[in-house]
């Protein structure tokens, strides 16, 4: 018998069988995330690794087990939520284990008093909205996975919604966590509004990926589903008149949910009806009670007619309500020779034109690039974030993965050089690894210090979010 199978039954003999699974169709549907790469691999037959087996915990317990039997097999470990990732932060080695955490999805409690929640890690996005609003609460998280990622995904990730600008992002929402590190310790800390009790020990999983252990429980923050809610949109000759109107509105205080600058190529393409050749398009939406959305809606409305832009009325934000979750796969693009991704990166205010212009212009640089836009999405008092989109089309098919990995080059290049941060939200996966080092500077060994104090023996998520030391 060999050492995997011999792995596989004393896994099964631990959990039992409905929780360890080696056929062909688990193990190929655990072997990546939703990274463009490797969705264009994957086509090709081009991943060639498969986890050792995917063990599907039922509870807590079952996690500290793997945890401690990976440990002193010296096994890699995977945590896999629903795969939704877009950065590669889910690619398990021949003979990892892969963690997939979906059957841990239960409700723990919903506090109405406290306005939080507790739930499993594993459980999905949409229905933990569903749950909330049935009993008229709501999280205001609203990331376009939102049906297809975990609530566990979204700590390992730091992840953004798209009514983040008053809401806040993932690290704003999470009031407690349990965790189990990589020996198989269980840790939790305590629920409440605010502590000074010493470094925030959330922030040591907040964007880990799954390096540094496995989310298991989660307690977040929630309110009343809003009284009411107004939307607005007005158009502006320039990004940079644009970004001035939404730096202006942060400035003065107010904090609309959603916040969303499009530049012409994406007004063109998603905007048509309001398209005027050149122009961007900047949609605004405020909630919650009357008062509020009335003063709130009439102070953005002046800041935004000071600032140059023309008011285009509520219909572009209803149809970017009733759009925003509806994009082509990466599959069906890919099919046609095209490569796509998404690149979100952020900046303070007074670098964030030269940032736009800069990716722009470096993008445009790639051969077979087709377009290059971006849209701001997410704001702050001092900065915003750029999203950027590009789509390339090759000569050649065999230059779809050069091509692909140029663009992002040429895009983490021109952020860094305009001293933008290289991630806003979708995390660094394998992708953005390279840039780490740039990025964090001498922080970057305060993280490989964590790294080599919980996971000595480096078997959680090898490869993902931290350059080789």
């Known amino acids: 018998m060999s050492a995997e199978q011999q792995h596989r039954n004393q896994l099964v003999a631990d959990l039992g069988a409905d929780a360890v699974r080696w056929d062909d169709e688990s193990l190929v549907a655990h ?16 991943i060639d690794t498969k986890p050792l087996c995917v063990v599907s915990p039922a509870a807590v317990a079952d996690v500290v087990h793997v945890l401690r039997y990976a440990t002193a097999q010296r096994l890699a470990v995977v945590p896999f939520g629903a795969g939704s990732g877009v950065c590669g932060g889910v690619l398990p080695a021949n003979g990892s284990i892969v963690v997939d955490m979906r059957r841990l999805d239960q409700l723990l409690e919903l506090n109405d008093r406290g306005l939080f929640v507790r739930v499993q890690a594993g459980m999905m996005g949409d229905r933990l ?16 996975s939102i049906a297809l990622s975990t609530v566990g995904g979204w700590v390992a990730t730091r992840a953004a919604g798209q009514y983040s600008t008053r809401y806040g992002n993932m690290e704003e929402m999470l009031l407690a966590l349990e965790a189990v590190l990589p020996d198989g310790t269980p840790v939790r800390t305590r629920i409440g509004p605010r502590s000074a009790t010493g470094p ?9 990926e799954g390096t540094l252990g496995i989310v298991t429980e989660v307690t977040m923050r929630i309110m009343p589903l809003p ?17 001035e109107a939404i730096r202006l509105i942060m400035r003065a205080g107010w904090r609309p949910p959603v916040v ?11 905007f048509p ?4 050749g050149s122009n961007c398009l900047l949609l605004l939406v405020s909630e919650g009670v009357e008062a509020l959305v009335a003063a709130e809606a009439e102070g953005c409305r002046a800041i935004c007619a000071g600032a140059g832009g023309a008011a285009t009325g509520e219909d572009p934000v209803n149809h970017w309500v009733g759009e925003r979750n509806h994009v082509p796969t990466f599959e069906s693009l890919l099919e046609k020779g095209l490569v796509v991704d998404t690149i979100e990166v952020a900046s303070t205010w007074d670098r964030i034109d030269d940032l736009y212009r800069e990716v722009i212009a470096a993008l445009n640089t790639v051969p077979g690039i087709v377009v290059a836009s971006g849209h701001s999405s997410h704001s702050y008092a001092q900065g915003t974030n750029i ?3 590009f789509a390339a089309y090759p000569e050649q098919r065999e230059q779809m993965s050069a091509t692909y990995l140029a663009c992002w080059e040429k895009a983490m290049e021109a952020t860094l050089a305009c001293d933008g941060t290289i991630a806003h939200h979708h995390g660094v996966g394998r992708l953005r690894v390279p840039w780490m080092a740039r990025e964090l ?8 210090r964590l790294k080599a104090a919980l996971d000595p023996a480096g078997i959680m998520n090898p490869g993902a979010l931290l350059p080789s030391a």
């Open 273 to 276: 009806a309001q398209f005027t």
């Open 227 to 243: 009284e009411r809610s107004q939307g607005q949109s007005f158009s502006f000759a320039s990004m940079s008149a644009g970004l």
């Open 200 to 208: 925030d020990v959330r922030q040591v999983f907040l964007g880990s």
């Open 387 to 389: 999203y950027f989109t």
């Open 260 to 270: 969303r600058l499009y530049d012409p190529p994406e007004v063109g393409r998603l």
């Open 31 to 46: 072997q990546r995330d939703t990274w463009c790469l490797s969705v264009l691999r994957a086509m090709h037959g081009e």
């Open 441 to 448: 500077g001498s922080s970057i060994e305060v993280l490989r």
């Open 129 to 144: 909205e569903s749950i909330l609003n049935e009993s008229g609460f709501t999280m205001r998280h609203f990331p376009q």
